[in-house]
């Protein structure tokens, strides 16, 4: 009988233990979940707030003074921003960087989209055509440029050779105001077109594929088929590489254009972050630059807003389903 008593007792203190130590809040399992994700993205955060939050707050300070070449910090409120306001250059460059994004954004679009959809078929040798396609991303920018520039040369350049070869005039497709822009854009797209391929690869895989085979079925060709189940399905990535190309295109293409063009000619591809570049780092104006990239933020964080109110989100379109 005492064995049996001291058992049951036993097991007794042995459920409320256990009771107790569930209804203490500080062991319970969304505490612990949430302290694991803290330790894992505090790295992240304390790098994300060291490297870039830091460098934004000092750089909006630095928006409101004037540096001299010698390291002297002086106190002028918004001249740099009156400056800017004034400046023709500026509204130059952005007015560039407005056609960049306007022009290159849905050429990108359209192309990376195409690509995406024609590797996807069963097609021979498609794996060497999303190497040959990708390839161009994961080469040094400064590499891309000067390869192109000297394929581009006005007199030795492969392309203009090319062209007088089928009795075709060479055009000056780097010096010339008019082309030099839309060539930019283009290599930039080339450059591009491969990482935002693999995205919309990524986002057609998912679709399952049991819903074109019940299209086909219903009579549906590619191009209904695209319409009614592609596209709808396709708006989440949809919404990620356009806002995702949208910001590239206004902070990217920096390495191109200096290696490419110098942000001629006659400033035709001068874009803003070029000219941001120039002042600060050939000028030594790091005050009015401070204060442009002030403003660049802002135009790109505004820019990511209206990508994301024109698509709802991602939705393109008012529904909620």
Known sequence: MTTTTVSVGGASAGRADVTSRRARPGLSRRRRETRAAALFLAPDLIGLAVFVGVPMVLSVILSFMSISGFGSYRWVGLANYQRMVADPLFWHSAWVTV?????????????????????????PGVGAMRTMFFLPYVLSSVVVGLVWRFMLDDQTGVVNSGLRSVGLPGESWLGSPGLALATVIAIGTWVAMGYYMVIFLSGL??????????AKVDGAGSVAS?????????????????????????????????????????????????????????????GYSAAMGTV???VMLLASLVVFRATHGGRFSDDHD
């Open 226 to 286: 695209f319409r009614l189940i592609t596209w709808p399905l396709l708006r989440p990535t949809s919404f990620f590489v356009l806002l995702m190309s949208t910001v590239a295109a206004i902070t990217g293409g920096f390495d191109t254009i200096f290696v490419l063009t110098s942000g001629g000619p006659a400033n035709g591809t001068t874009v803003l972050v070029f000219y941001i570049y120039q002042q600060a780092f050939q000028y030594g104006e790091f």
């Open 296 to 298: 660049l933020v802002v």
């Open 99 to 123: 056609l960049y994004i306007v022009v290159g954004v849905p050429l990108l679009f359209v192309v990376s989209l195409a690509l995406g959809l024609l590797i996807q078929q069963k097609l």
């Open 205 to 214: 895989q998912d679709i399952p594929r049991e819903y074109y085979e019940a």
